[in-house]
């Protein structure tokens, strides 16, 4: 799933800003953490190397007191990662210099720049090195560095429950396809252990390791044992997902990853793992194990009754569950509600601007009337369609619900219009009428225009002549409609007008509107003389 700018930003400060959230630290370890924080060096949303400055830590931290994770969000600027202060020239030389020899560093490739036979003497010199490093950075011409040596490991332990747990994916047993049950299908065995403990808040098998087989274990772990304050994995891209990200940071989890080739760095759910295969996955595969259901239930049973039960050896002659037992006091508990939200998937949809649809996965949901043609982000639950959540600059709008076609049409889902929305045509309006007043003012200062010549009848003329013939007074309306006509198609002969206005009184009387008259009249004037 994608994310914009904006939300890639926020994710990164509270990465920063996690070691400073745990309650129940002291001064002297909030100074600690603090302190590392700033030395520290990050990989920032745009690419680049970067060190966290005190006054910006403090600023993070207090706007994500006021507003939580939302109050790390900041409005995205049109002009982001445009190359303004340094010419394409420049810029395509540095870029040049770089992957002949990609050790140079910022200051030695803007000492080469000004000599540069392509660039003529150019100035360098106003030319930053941090906005140079960027974009350098965002072009793929990273500055390479040395090997660095792999240091000692050192064992260590949280000192509390839930204060870290591991998690990981491994190989799991063979079983029985469920769509063709005379083949063997490969299962995935994903699990979570509590560093302080070595109790395993949930473990499953599934026929994949992608990402919702991973949030459906988490999220089975956090219901029976709580939040842990931080999430340790490896770099597999399920726990560097973007809906990983979001859920720790709803819910105010720390996430860490280990270095690269050094798997010692989570070695407690390593050896989880080797004992459930060397203690379970023996007996499992000649338990006339059919179904994947049959394999959870089987492995749960002996994971409460024997790997829960058993004495540790790094317990102290403790089993798990009283180690963990032990610091339940401790255990922050989170509602089924906070999980099933910090889970959602998001993604951005417009909705139909005709039928006021939303399509998510080849399924259609039914959105209101006043969304029609309006771009929404999406949140859903990955194995719950029933329903999606509609969101708009960061505030839900609505919850919709999958479409369901019937041969007929339910009106009252459509509001009607009222007498003040809908339009009548030719209805008079005080503005309008006002406009119209001020034009024909303007008119009457040009007597080449307002002024008949010849045999050419005027407006005030022709209203006379037609009152005349109908031998009856006009309202405001009537004398509006006459006068529209008359400045629409005029000018016209004084005699013709009379004669036609005559011939139509005659044949149709003296009780039709004045329009009547008047169209009529244009269709008479209008006819080719034979």
């Not at 100035?123 to 240091?151: C, D, F, M, W, Y």
């Not at 997902?241 to 720390?254: D, N």
């Not at 994971?303 to 006091?329: F, G, M, V």
Request: hydrophobic residues 35%; charged residues 30%; contains cysteine.
């Amino acid at each position: 799933m994608e994310i914009d700018d904006r939300t890639k930003k926020a994710l990164f400060r509270f990465e920063v800003i996690a070691p400073l959230i745990p309650d129940g630290l002291s001064k002297e370890e909030l100074e600690a953490e603090r302190k590392r924080i700033l030395q520290r060096v990050y990989a920032a949303p745009n690419g680049r190397q970067c060190q966290v400055a005190e006054r910006t830590l403090r600023a993070w931290m207090s706007r994500y007191k006021k507003q939580g994770f939302v109050g790390l969000f900041d409005a995205a600027r049109g002009t982001f990662g445009a190359c303004r202060a340094i010419s394409e020239d420049v810029l395509k030389e540095a870029i040049s210099l770089r992957k002949f020899e990609p050790t140079l560093s910022v200051p030695q490739i803007l000492d080469l720049l000004p000599h540069a036979a392509a660039l003529q003497g150019e100035s360098v010199e106003a030319i930053s090195k941090a906005t140079l490093n960027r974009h350098l950075n965002k072009r793929s011409a990273r500055r390479s560095k040395p090997r660095q040596e792999a240091g000692k490991h050192q064992r260590r332990e949280e000192q509390f429950a839930n204060d870290m747990w591991q998690a990981d994916t491994a190989d799991g047993i063979w079983i029985r396809d469920p769509a063709n049950p005379k083949r063997l299908k490969k299962t995935y065995f994903v699990s979570f252990i509590d560093d302080a403990s070595r109790l395993v808040p949930h473990a499953q098998f599934y026929f994949d390791t992608q990402l919702p087989s991973l949030l459906d274990c988490f999220k089975k772990a956090m219901h029976k044992r709580g939040r842990p304050e931080r999430l340790y994995a490896d770099n597999a891209f399920i726990y560097h997902s973007t809906t990983m990200q979001l859920l720790c940071a709803e819910l105010g989890i720390k996430p860490s990853f280990c270095t690269p080739k050094r798997p010692p760095g989570k070695g407690k759910i390593e050896r989880h793992i080797r004992t459930c295969q060397e203690g379970f996955y023996k007996i499992a595969e000649h338990a006339d194990i059919k179904t994947l259901d049959e394999l959870n239930q089987f492995f749960l049973s002996w994971l409460t009754s024997k790997y829960h039960k058993c004495i540790h050896s790094e317990l102290n002659k403790q089993t798990p569950i009283e180690r963990w037992c032990a610091d339940k006091e401790r255990i922050k508990r989170v509602s089924p509600a906070q999980i099933r939200r910090g889970l959602m998937l998001r993604c951005e949809r417009r909705v139909d601007r005709k039928t006021a649809i939303v399509r998510l996965d080849n399924l259609r949901y039914q959105a209101s009337h006043v969304l029609a043609g309006e771009k929404v982000e999406v949140r859903f639950h990955f194995n719950d369609p029933c329903e999606i959540e509609l969101w708009q600059r960061g505030k839900l709008v609505e919850v919709a619900t999958p479409l369901v076609l019937r041969p007929d049409i339910d009106f009252k889902k459509y509001p009607g219009k009222t007498a003040e929305d809908e339009y009548v045509r030719g209805k008079a309006h005080e503005t309008f009428r006002a406009y119209r007043a001020a034009l024909a003012g303007k008119k009457q200062a040009e007597p080449s225009i307002q002024t008949p010549t010849g045999d050419q009848v005027g407006e005030q003329e022709f209203m006379a002549l037609l009152a005349e013939l109908l031998q009856r007074h006009f309202s405001q309306e009537e004398q509006e409609s006459v006068a529209n006509f008359f400045f629409r198609h005029a000018p016209f002969n004084r005699t013709a007008v009379r004669a036609g206005l005559t011939q139509l009184v005659e044949a149709s009387g003296a009780r039709l509107h004045p329009g009547r008259y008047c169209e009529r009249l244009l269709e008479i004037m209008s006819k080719p003389r034979r």
